[in-house]
Each structure stands twice: as C-alpha cells, then as structure tokens.
C-alpha cells in the first residue's frame, strides 16, 4: 500500500459562488521509501496540495477529496496531530526556517524534548548524531553556532536534522534547493537520496525545475492549474512523456533544441482560478487540442509505467 | 578585427575593510580579463560568491574598482567623471532577476518606460509616449499596459516591462543577470527567444549573467566561468559544454537531465 | 474613506471621528463654545468655582468662566502646539534622515553625529533656558521642543531610506543615470512618507502633552489665553475640593493623547497579521 494516497483532491477557497479554486483535481499517490516530484509552475496548486498534507491549510479553505489518506489515516481528520510527529517539512529558505537569534544548538534541543522525551544529556548528543549525519562535519562546533555563521547549504542541513528529529517518516520538501547554489544543492539533494535510503523515509519533493526532478526523484506527478496531468517514473516521465502539458513543459527548457533554435513556448496563460473548467484544462493551450476537450474531462489513460489524463488516443511506436 | 564592444582587463574589486584593525579581505574581484564582441553573447556563468555580481557592479560603476581598466564603446569607462557617466550610461541597458523588485511599485509602466529618456533631458510628453508604447510592442506586451503598474502583471509579462526599460535608449550593451531565474519554465522559454529576437533586430551585445549553464549554453557565443573572484574557464560556449576542462565546471553541467535536443524531439513523437 | 475605517479597525477609527471632532471645535470655537467671551479670557466673577450644572456642564474656574468654553478655546492652542512641534521636527528631521541615508560615508557620519548632540538635550530644560533667554510664549515653547525632537524624524527617516537605497527599482534608477535629486524625490521620499506619518500621529500625543507641561510650569502660553496645561496648573491650587476645575482640561489632555497614540497605532498595525493559520 502506497504511503499517500490522495485521489480528487480540491481545495477552494473564498465565497462560495465565486469559489477560487487553488486546486482542482489533485491524484497523487507516494510509495514508501521514494523521493516522490510534485512538478509544476507557479499557480498550479503543488505548494497547496503540500500544506494539505502539513495540515497548514488556512481555516478558509474548503478542502474536499475522494481520497485523503496517509498511511490508512484519513488525513482529513488526522492531519493536524500527525504534524511534527510523523509529517515534517523542509522549506525554500532555511534562513527564514530558524531563528536568528538562537543558536542551532538550542534550536535542535526544542525539537527533541518535545518530541523525544529523552534527558538532556542524551538529546545532545542525539542532537550531535543527528547534524552529522546530515553530512555537516563538526557537529560540535555547528550546535554552537548563531544561523548566521552558517552558509545556505549548511542551514539547509540543519533544518533537514531538525526534521529528522522530530521523528517523522514523511517530508515534504518545498523547494529546498531553490534558493542555494547549484552545486550545494546537488549536495543537498544527495544527502536527502541517501537519507532515504538509511532511513526508509519517504520524500515529497515539490518542484518547478526538471533538474532537480532527474537528479532524485524515483517518481513523480506533474500539476497543472490544480489537476494532475500525468504520473509516472521518472525516466519514463522525462524520457518519453505522455500528457502534451509535460511534453510542452520539457520542450521549452533551454537544452531541448539545438543552440539558435527556438524554444517551444506554451502560449497563452493558465486558467484564472476563478475559472469553471469543462474539459481538459490544458485545451486552450494545447496544440493537439480537439472539440471534445474543451467539452469533457479527459480519461484517466495508463500503460503500465505511468498514468495520464487526455482525450488523445495513445498511439505506440 | 574590430575593438570588442566590452574589454576588461585585470579588474581588481576590493571591498573596504570591515574594522579598523581587521586585515583587508581577498579581492571580490581578481585580476579579471574579458572581451565582449560587438553583436555576440557572453555568458558569466557562477555561484554566489564567485564575484559575478561584483563584477557587474563594477561595470555599471555602483563599486570602486581598485585596479584594472574597462573600455566599453572607446570610452575609457572607469575614468568617465560623473556628469559624462550619466550620459554615456545609455550605452548600457540592465535587466536584473526579479522585476517585481527592480520595478518601481509606486509609478506606472509608462512612467517606469520614459524615466530613462527624462534622466537624459527634456523630452516632449507625447514622445515620451510613443517611444515607451512602440518598445512595449517590440518586447510583446500591448501599448494598453502603459497604464498599469508592475504588481499588476505576471513575471514574465514585468520581465518584459524591465527589458523594454532597459532598451528604450537604444544600448548597445545588455546586461542580462539572472533574466529568467525567477521565472517559470515555459516563460523562460518566451523571455530567451524574445532576447534572441531583440539582439538579431536591434543588433545587440549582451553580457548574460547566469548560474544555469543550460541556459547559458543556449543563448551564449562564448562564455566565462567564475569561481573565487577568478575566471577558471573561458572559451567558445561549443568548447567549453563539449569538453569542459574544469572539474567544477562539469559539476555544473553534470547536474539534472540531460538528454539531447534529438531526444526529446524523438520522445514526442511517441 | 470605507478603506481607511476598514483598515484603522474600530478603535483607530473612534479615535480619527474624536481627533476631527476635537479639531472641528477648536476651529469653530467662537460659534459652539457656550461663553465666547468667556473662553477668551472675559471675567465672569459673580459665578466663580461653580460646580458643573446645567448651565455650565463643567463647572466654572475661580474667575467664574464656564469651563466648557475654556477648554474648547485651549484646544485651538493645544493643537496648533502640538502640530507645530511635529511639523518643524519633520521639517528639520525628514531632509536630514533621507540625505544621510541616501548618501551614506562622511556626509551620513557628519549628519547623524550633529543629530546626536541635538538628542542629548533634555527637552523641558532647553525650554526653560529658552523661557529664560527670550521669555515664555507659544513660538519659543514650540522651537524648544521640535529642537530635541527632530533626531528622532532624522533617524527614522535615514532607517528608512538604508532599506530603500538597497532596493533594485533604485538602483535600476541609478544606473539608468537619474539624478541624485530625482531619486530622492520621485522613489524615495514617497516610501518613507507613511512610517513618518505613523511616527508623526504617535507622536502628537506627547508632543500635546509636552506642550501642556510648558504651560504647567508656566513657560508657554500665559493668561488670560485659555490653555489646558496652564488650567490645569492654576486648577490645582483648588484640589480636590473644587476637583473639576483641574480635572476638565485634564481629562482632556488625557483623552487626546490617548486618541491619537491608537490612531497612530493602527495606521502601523494593518500590514502586521499573516492570516489565521490553523495550528
């Protein structure tokens, strides 16, 4: 059994006859001990879906789904008291993630007492196992530190501890090498692999960038305007993609055409959310868009390695 | 040949020392040498801390420059005194990573289009008008946005406001840093090949600053890397992607997917 | 206006109708004043130290003028203090803050030292030695404390204007070659103009208050022109037994201040909350 598994998620928010809707139709489904990519461009509700999950939604919104569940937990009534025990969350900048004026030491030490209930003594060096094994590589002299010694891939590193103090199975990584260098966030990215690995947790990676997607991710679900469009492995995902949306999506990164060629952009904008969507919500954008799309959704289509929604037939060759 | 349009030669950036007593930090910028030809592409591809961005400032003259030269367009640029700087700035349009910041919230997009042109002298009010709709429709966004303000677009359509800006004078130099960082994907791909466009009909120089050697692959002729305040590689952008001789150089590269442009055109055929 | 309202709350919103309602008396005292004549200073003996009735609601002072009208009168000076002490430590204070910030190095070190020195001044003593030297009145009382006030404006206007200079859209302006002048007027100034305007409605409070403490020590306005400092000065002599004499006009100092400092209260506070998260 999948460790999420989420089917029509929706999320409005506002009054309810001019509902905005963050997310439409969201299926994801996340098996144990993977780094699974939530794919999408800004607005398309991956972010949403994510505080879903944390249980960090504002009380405004209206969430409704199929399917919401976390490990056979009903998420919808659970989601708050799983927050911080089995959920933790990793954030796009970790200097905004801990407290400036605390020293990581102490910052680490939280956490623990209140989620381990072990004596001081041991929460340190707990604390020191911890840090370490985030790769940081004076684990002493780290508790000691002020954030602000700390370079953006180092802070990164102890936000990560902190939320494997915390003890959870499950983190939502939001954006977590957006905003270090390319190289530190290789390093990051790696460290979270293998943390996977040792410690048979399982990663939500929400992402906008391709590369991250195919330097980590075991699978992955690409969002668009709040619906899932298509889900699937990673190779097969990047390799030979189904849903025209993903296929426009890997066309327009810099390296899909030969240098002085232009890049395939998607023209047009993503549907307001305010918008009522009848059919398939990439159809105005689509250039393989038929009369039927714009009138119905489309089906749920799967062959095996990855599952997509469109009205094209799939055609194998 | 030619004179390149843009020649540093052993720049040297130093920033002032922190205290009194504390030892004069390592030079942001050491002994940097480029040449930009006129009508090419030059992509400075680093990580924070590398000195790309000092560099840029010292090139837009916002830093002190400790030793070195920079000739752009024959000037002698850093021995411009401050009256004739004003002027020759034009030489040079900035586009910067977010447009939300580097737009003024306050004024509208017609008033951020003439503020170049009125830094420069008095300009006729209709002219101002004109000049700010036609670059606006050059760079693809409707005359009707002049009334607008930047909060009210998306990034990519203030990105194009910030680009347009950054041409109203007629540069000849472009300095592009970190255009589309901020962006989503499928507007990176508008925003690189509206640049691409814009350089083949105006007939621009760009120096293309970057951290992601992808895209700097796709729109640079030649390109630099930096790393601790030094140039480590510099060659044609052909050159350095198929055989980088860097280590760190191919970290950057190695990174993320990288299938070829057949692959992918294959992978949508099905 | 239903912006404002929505945005200054309910208490911000009573204290702006209490301010415009205090205002409106001062500036049409001579029409809703029960006793004009009196408010302005004319002797009424006959009824002197009469506690609060119908005919006076506030009693009368000790030479019989009804209180009412007295306090309406005194606000016309208490607010005119009060609004020039704020507007010359603007006056002084804003252009000083935004070219110390603006330019930084010596010119901000020159700048900011001289603002020390003038903070180092306690304000009531200056006063006094002002009263001293050029002899108690309204203008002196005013020039001495904006005098050790106007740092305060120079510092939060150069705060300000060091988050501002760092800020692309500036420095795009900058590099397009904007004049220094354009910069400060056209992006600059019109940033800091509302937490200066915070400042300046937090403070009118106490600049209210420190004008009626001239008074109180007899260093501002002198009689027979009604000031609520001053009244509150000569009300004491007849406490507690004739209590409102004093009482009145400092209730109203009280009230004032108070309404002013929420104001400026919620002026500051309306970008603060991040929405209701549920935890």
Redesign the interface.
């Known amino acids: 059994m999948s460790l999420v598994e989420i089917k029509g998620l929706a999320i409005r928010f506002g009054s309810l006859h001019n509902p905005i809707h963050a997310v439409r139709h969201v299926d994801l489904s996340i098996e144990r001990g993977t780094i699974h990519g939530l794919i999408g461009e800004s607005g398309c509700g991956k972010t949403i879906s994510g505080m879903a999950l944390l249980g960090l939604l504002p009380q405004s919104a209206r969430v409704s789904a199929d399917a919401f569940r976390f490990d056979g937990l009903n998420l919808l009534d659970v989601a708050k008291s799983l927050r911080g025990r089995r959920i933790a969350m990793i954030s796009q900048d970790p200097a905004a993630a801990l407290n400036p004026v605390l020293r990581i030491g102490r910052q680490m030490d939280d956490v623990l007492k209140s989620h381990s209930g072990l004596p001081r003594f041991q929460r340190r060096a707990v604390a020191e196992e911890l840090l370490a094994a985030t790769g940081l590589a004076d684990p002493r002299r780290v508790l000691k530190s002020y954030p602000h010694q700390l370079s953006g891939g180092m802070q990164q590193r102890v936000v990560i501890a902190q939320a494997l103090a915390t003890g959870a199975d499950f983190i939502i990584a939001d954006e977590p090498t957006t905003a270090l260098d390319v190289t530190v966030g290789a390093q990051v990215l790696a460290l979270l692999k293998r943390l996977v690995q040792e410690r048979a947790l399982t990663v939500l990676m929400i992402t906008h960038d391709m590369d991250v997607v195919a330097e980590c991710c075991d699978s992955a679900t690409v969002l668009y305007a709040g619906h899932t469009v298509e889900a699937g492995r990673t190779d097969e995902l990047l390799a030979a993609p189904r849903h025209p949306y993903t296929q426009a999506l890997l066309a327009a990164l810099p390296d899909a055409v030969a240098k002085g060629e232009r890049l395939a952009s998607i023209e047009g904008h993503i549907p307001s959310p305010f918008a009522v969507i009848e059919g398939c919500p990439f159809a105005p954008r689509c250039a393989s868009a038929m009369a039927v799309c714009r009138q119905a959704k489309p089906p749920e289509r799967d062959d095996g390695n990855h599952c997509w929604t469109c009205h094209l037939e799939p055609h194998h060759g | 040949m030619d004179e390149p349009l843009l020649q540093i030669r052993d720049l040297v950036v130093r920033y002032r020392r922190t205290g009194l007593f504390s030892a004069p930090p390592p030079p942001a910028v050491n002994a940097v040498s480029l040449a930009l030809a006129t009508g090419s592409t030059l992509g400075l591809v680093g990580?924070?801390g590398s000195g790309k961005s000092s560099l840029l400032r010292a090139i837009?003259r916002?830093v002190p420059v400790e030793s070195g030269t920079i000739r752009l367009d024959g000037d002698d640029w850093l021995a411009l005194p401050e009256q004739r700087?004003?002027?020759r700035?034009?030489a040079?349009g900035?586009v910067?990573q977010?447009p939300f910041?580097?737009?003024?919230?306050?004024l509208t997009i017609a008033e951020i289009l003439a503020?170049?042109m009125t830094?420069?002298g008095r300009v006729p009010a209709e002219e101002l008008r004109l000049r700010a709709a036609e670059m606006l429709e050059r760079c693809g966004l409707p005359g009707t946005f002049l009334s607008r303000r930047a909060r009210e677009l998306?990034?990519g359509q203030a990105q194009r406001v910030a680009i347009a800006?950054a041409l109203v004078?007629q540069p000849k130099l472009l300095i592009l840093d970190e255009p589309t960082s901020a962006l989503?994907?499928?507007?990176?791909?508008?925003i690189?090949?509206l640049l691409?466009d814009l350089k083949r009909e105006l007939g621009l120089s760009m120096l293309f600053v970057t951290?992601?050697?992808?895209?700097v692959?796709?729109?640079s002729d030649t390109h630099v890397v930096m790393r601790g305040g030094r140039i480590i590689e510099a060659g044609s952008?052909?050159q350095i992607s198929s055989a980088p001789a860097e280590e760190?150089t191919r970290?950057?590269m190695g990174?993320?997917?990288?299938?070829t442009?057949a692959?992918?055109a294959s992978?949508?055929?099905? | 206006m239903r912006d404002l309202l929505k945005r200054l709350g309910w208490a911000g919103s009573i204290s702006l109708f209490f301010i415009i309602f205090v205002a409106l008396l001062a500036i049409f005292a001579p029409v809703v004043a029960p006793f004009p004549t009196q408010g302005l200073g004319a002797p009424n003996i006959a009824d002197k130290l009469t506690p609060p009735s119908t005919e006076y609601w506030l009693g009368t002072d000790h030479l019989g003028r009804d209180m009412v009208s007295r306090v309406i009168y005194g606000a016309r000076v208490s607010l005119t203090t009060g609004l020039l002490i704020v507007a010359l430590s603007l006056v002084i204070g804003l252009p000083i803050g935004l070219l110390a910030g603006y330019f930084g190095g010596w010119i901000d070190d020159a700048l900011m030292r001289v603002t020390d020195v003038f903070l180092a001044f306690p304000a009531l003593l200056l006063a006094v030695l002002m009263a001293a030297a050029m002899g108690p009145g309204m203008v002196n009382a005013t020039v001495a404390v904006a005098v050790t006030w106007w740092p305060w404006y120079a510092r939060l206007a150069r705060a300000e204007v060091l988050v501002l200079r760092g800020q692309p859209y500036i420095e795009a302006a900058r590099v397009m070659g904007v004049s220094h002048g354009t910069i400060i007027l056209r992006h600059i100034l019109p940033s800091t103009s509302r937490p200066l305007a915070v400042q300046a409605a937090l403070d009118f409070g106490p600049a209210l208050l420190t004008a009626s403490a001239l008074s109180f020590l007899g260093l501002g306005i002198l009689p027979p022109t009604a000031d609520w400092g001053q009244m509150v000065n000569a009300g004491r002599a007849f406490f507690p037994l004739r209590w409102w004499y004093a009482a009145a006009p400092g209730m109203t100092i009280f009230v004032l201040a108070l309404a002013f400092s929420v104001l400026g209260d919620a002026l500051r506070g309306d970008d603060g909350g991040q929405g209701d998260v549920a935890r």
């Open positions: 990580e924070s837009l916002l700087l004003r002027e700035r034009r040079i900035v910067a977010n910041l580097s737009l003024s919230p306050r503020e170049p830094a420069q998306s990034g800006r004078l989503d994907i499928s507007v990176q791909a508008q690189l090949n691409e951290h992601n050697l992808k895209v692959r796709h729109v952008t052909e760190y970290q950057l990174y993320g997917r990288n299938p442009g692959e992918v992978a949508r055929r099905g």
